[in-house]
């Protein structure tokens, strides 16, 4: 099982951007699909964006499409998570997860599918 390490966060201004990046501990990333997940004060975790094992396949909440992209580099067995046009509603901890399987499409967007989770990072949008 890989070990999740999130960076990137922090204070950024409304329509500024920020990249989120993932690191994981283990050579066998490209085994993983990936995921962030994003949880609000008093609020329940909600997906964000995933990625297959590959990269080819990816998915997206309605509410981050067209402004987030979703990447990842097996080599450096990290991934990514470029914000664009950040909105105040975008504040939240930001989580990477991860799980392994054979499935190289459609990436789940269930909380409950992923079985790895990284420590989280703050990011807060000021309007």
């Known amino acids: 099982q890989v070990h999740l390490v999130e960076s990137g966060g922090g204070l950024v201004q409304a329509g500024g951007s920020l990249r989120l990046s993932c690191a994981a501990s283990?050579?066998?990333?490209?085994?993983?699909?990936v995921a962030w997940f994003r949880q609000a004060p008093g609020q329940e975790r909600e997906f964000v964006a995933s990625?297959?094992?590959?990269?080819?396949?990816?998915n997206y909440a309605d509410s981050v499409k067209g402004r987030f992209i979703i990447s990842r580099d097996n080599d450096k067995n990290t991934a990514y998570l470029q914000m664009n046009s950040l909105e105040p509603e975008d504040t939240a901890v930001y989580y990477c997860?991860?799980?392994?399987?054979?499935?190289?499409?459609?990436?789940?967007?269930?909380?409950?599918?992923?079985?790895?989770w990284g420590q989280g990072t703050q990011v807060t949008v000021s309007s």
């Open positions: 997860a991860a799980k392994r399987t054979i499935l190289t499409v459609d990436p789940s967007v269930q909380t409950a599918f992923y079985d790895t």
């Open positions: 283990r050579r066998i990333f490209s085994t993983y699909a």
């Open positions: 990625i297959s094992r590959s990269g080819g396949w990816t």
